[in-house]
């Protein structure tokens, strides 16, 4: 078999496996054999430039980045769609429609009304070409890159007869648990949780670099052909046809004879729409038969053969009272709305997150004003609009504050970002409390028994001034603080002599540096083994460790420069803390010790990880990028061009796989 073929075959195969596992979940190959068989490709093609595809199965990854995203327009304008309220809206639009088309019935197909970003994609000779946004609809942006990382979307097409050149249209969504699950990484991480799956589905089209895109659970529905119908006559088939081409359709669309199937399926979602693992905001109802939406037509802006179906989100309106500012443990501040007393869903709504002050400046919000609050499927209450007929003359426009609530230093915030930051990070009690939370939760001291209140209690009272004061905190400090029983005293002291013992990678998560959160913690620790390296080592030295970026080197780098943090660690030290790591992680041998390797290509004897593996465990170290620092590049077969060319101009040694094994034997 030549080249050629070969690529050509571990292609196909790879795209089928692609759609087996994410459209039809129905995997028939192992996850460890489907990479094998990406990164046998992924070496062919780097050794093989000339048979580059920009649509091959490796290009998901990500990796290209865009400055500027094209603007584009659309050869298929993109309307938007008229909504309807009730069941009588719809009784209304139908009877328009039977007027116009001289009808008596018509028959509709329902879909849901997928919350995300909206995406138009066009395939030529069944290879995806374009991604654009939706924009003003009339042009948007092309963020093809981005949108190639999205495992649901095909890349390439080979399923039945396809039209030369067709345009798709769907949604690409955030479903809801691999939003938490980002939230929760980003809190981790000390940054600001995201709003909303929709809002973060369409920022991530935008990311300039795809790998990041890649990193993110989106997918892609679609919801609608643009082609030359010839192939389908109604809009039920052009679901079924782009579901045979490979795209992923929802399976929850059906088939309304009349309008009172519509109307069942509409009070089935009203009561089910909670149960979905993405967010919908309502139903789309289209006219089934192609040649009517023909004849019907567009007005200015939206299809006369669609109407989207908003559900009812329970909204009640409420008066401001007023607008607190919470100030987190990195100092982000959070405008709460405190609102007077309402009832909503079933319980009792008296504050809704204000986010940022870009959002309070788009509400155009005053002191006093009547708003609305809605309660999303799963999201805390929200504030989606203020009565204005309701407004008071003399209330005042809620300026965003300037000082921080707590210890009135002046706010600051980075251009690129919408939070605002209270800078005083030493002396802000809610960060130092925050700071000590963080130091004791489970998953880093684990130090059981104080509440956020005590701690805010003991803090208050100068009892500790830091984390690295509870070390000195005596069962006679703390029980004369209210609520703190003797028995419950010594369990938290026993609690905190106990936390000694834990190891060195969850004693640096706990330290609550900006950026480094679990994983980061792992690998510094892994890397530096000490608590003195990690503070003297340089950000070049920080930034060649795997996945250790600028950002989380410049945030390690200030964090040591504060002369406070280099005193807490003294008297953890003094306390007995684990300041290194345990040496059950010391290498097996010190072979390597002092070299620094960077691993490439695909190797016979052993997985890439293998290798990192064992270069760990002779005391080398692996870096993910070549510097002058690298000792050697290990170069299995087909390593990439762009690595080899690097090693020569830095003059790094190259070795081969035998090589490194001789090295190891030596
Ligand atoms: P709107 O933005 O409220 O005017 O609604 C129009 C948008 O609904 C379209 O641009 C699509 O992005 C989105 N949408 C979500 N699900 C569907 C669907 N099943 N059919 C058509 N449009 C949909
Ligand atoms: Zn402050």
Known sequence: MDIATEIDALRKELHEHNRRYYINDAPIISDQVFDQKLATLKALEDANPAFFDPNSPTQRVGGAVTKNFRTVVHKHRMYSLDNSYNRQDLLDWEARMCKNLGVTQLDYTCELKYDGASISLTYNNGQLTQAITRGDGIQGDEVTQNVKTIHTVPLKISNGPIPKEFTIRG???????????????????????????????????????????????????LYQ?????SLFNTQLEALKTASNWGFYV??????????????????????????????IDGVVIKVNQLAFQEQLGYT???????????FKTETVETQLEGVVYQVGRTGAIT????????????????RASLHNSDFIEGLDLYFKDTVSVEKGGEIIPKITGV???????????????????????????????????CPNTSGCLPQRVGRVAHFISRKAMDIDGLGAETIQ?????????????LYNLTVRDLIPLERLAEKSAQNITAAIAASTKVPFSRVLYALGIRYVGQTVAKKLAKEFGSIDAIANASTESLESVDEIGSRIAE??????????????IEQLRHAGVQLSQERSDEPSSTKLSGMRFVVSGVFSTFSRDELKGLIEQHGGKVSSSISNKTTYLVAGDNMGPAKKLKAESLGVSIISELQFKELLNS
């Open 555 to 568: 945030s390690v780098k200030a964090f040591f420069s504060l002369e406070e943090n280099r005193l807490r």
């Open 335 to 350: 405008p709460v709305a405190q609102l007077n007393p309402v009832l909503l869903g079933g319980t009792i709504v008296k």
């Open 457 to 469: 209690l003991i803090m208050q009272n100068n009892i500790i001034n830091s984390y690295a004061d």
């Open 250 to 279: 929802p399976k929850h669309y059906v088939h309304a004879a009349t309008m009172n199937d519509v109307f069942e399926f509409l009070n089935i979602w009203e009561e089910k729409r909670t149960s979905l693992p993405y967010e």
């Open 300 to 310: 200015a802006k939206s299809p006369r053969w669609a109407m989207a179906y908003k």
């Open 387 to 421: 009565n204005l007929k309701k407004r008071f003359p003399d209330s005042q426009r809620v300026v965003y504050a300037t000082t921080c609530p707590e210890c009135h230093t002046r706010l600051v915030r980075h251009p690129e970002e919408a939070q605002h930051y």
């Open 225 to 229: 052909i643009v082609a030359d119908r």
């Open 171 to 221: 949604e690409i969504v955030l479903p809801i648990d691999g939003f938490k699950a980002m939230n929760k990484l980003r809190i981790e991480q000390g940054e600001e949780p995201y709003m909303n799956p929709r809002n973060t589905a369409s920022g991530s089209l935008k990311l300039q670099d795809s790998s990041l895109v890649a990193a993110r659970p989106l997918e892609c529905f």
